[in-house]
């Protein structure tokens, strides 16, 4: 049933698919990315509490759901490495690793910088936050597992194992503000499918997530085609391309 | 434009500090990584394109040792 997908499991062909389509999300991502950003802090309205310092959050939301998908996707990817033995999912893992850890990053200090003039302080130990730090950590243990061995199939299972363990930290995050008495609010964008947001901030919070989407794709198939060609050096269509490419 | 001023726009309501040191460290940070990403990719296609030039040289070294 899935035969049609076998040729894309192909080293070489993802490498030049991905090559072609990476100007499709780099200029989606150029379309998205500022207009959403350009539209959130000069034209959406500001909060009637929080005032301007909302606009944080056309940064935070996105890169806090963007921080969790891709770990989903690594862990993803860790599953088929373990268990089809893909090493293009190795490889997945490893391209995608420190773009998640930079969208984890961005979530936490955005949200410092949100925080501190709304709650009063840049940090508290609450479910989310510290469970959000967690996923930080295993970004970076992810990582560095890829990077601990001289052999990459070791790297790439052990982070692979490590990526699936950790994936029990999503459901944490994501319901920490119910499960636990939390200072980190509640839901804002969705409530059963009918957003609670009015339309004006709706608007540009989906173009900035768009954008940021494109901007995780963009940045996630540079370092991808890299892992390919690291991955597979010593084939024949990486030694064409590397020697046409005279730079 | 929900600001009367390009003033009022730095001072973001009295929030200009927040809005812009989050903004500006998430822009670099971003800019680190892909341009990390750009000098990591050249730099592995260079790593194996000279792991591939010195083979041949050993090779054809290798070949005139045999004919000597």
């Known amino acids: 049933m899935w035969k049609w ?24 991502t150029l379309l998205c990315l500022p207009a959403g950003l350009i539209w959130a ?19 935070h939301v996105p890169s806090a759901s963007l921080s969790m998908g891709i770990y989903a996707a690594i862990a993803i990817a860790g599953l088929c490495s373990l268990v089809w033995q893909l090493k293009l999912a ?25 925080g501190k003039p709304m709650w009063g302080t840049w940090w508290v130990w609450d479910a989310r936050l510290t469970s959000e730090l967690i ?25 692979a194992i490590l990526s699936v363990v950790g994936v029990i930290n999503l459901p944490i995050i994501k319901f920490s ?41 963009v940045l996630v198939i540079i370092r991808y085609r890299t892992e390919l060609l690291a991955r597979n050096s010593m084939r024949p269509w990486v030694r064409e391309i590397v020697l046409n490419s005279q730079k | 434009m929900q600001f009367e001023s390009f003033s009022a726009f730095l001072a973001m309501g009295g929030y200009g500090f927040y809005v812009w040191w989050s903004f500006g460290l998430c822009f670099a940070l971003t800019g680190i990584l892909y341009w990390d990403s750009k000098v990591r990719h050249r730099k592995t296609v260079e790593a194996i394109r000279s792991k591939i030039l010195r083979e041949q040289k050993l090779k054809k070294v290798a070949q005139q040792q045999n004919q000597i």
């Open chain 1, 90 to 114: 190795d490889a997945f893992g490893a391209a995608m690793a420190p773009v998640g850890a930079l969208f984890t990053a961005m979530a936490l200090i955005t949200g410092a910088f949100w």
């Open chain 1, 177 to 217: 503000v119910d499960w636990w008495n939390t200072l980190h609010q509640g839901s804002t964008v969705t409530n059963m499918g009918k957003p609670n947001m009015s339309i004006d901030m709706l608007w540009p919070f989906l173009l900035s997530f768009l954008g940021f989407f494109f901007l995780v794709a």
């Open chain 1, 5 to 28: 997908l076998h040729p894309y499991a192909n080293a070489e062909f993802t490498y030049q698919f991905c090559g072609k389509s990476l100007r499709w999300f780099a200029l989606l």
């Open chain 1, 41 to 59: 802090l000069m034209f959406a309205p500001a909060d009637y509490q929080q005032g301007d310092a909302f606009r944080i959050f056309y940064i």
């Open chain 1, 135 to 159: 996923l930080l950590f295993l970004y970076l243990g992810i990582m560095a597992l890829h990077s601990a061995f001289e052999d990459k199939a070791q790297g790439g299972k052990a982070a």
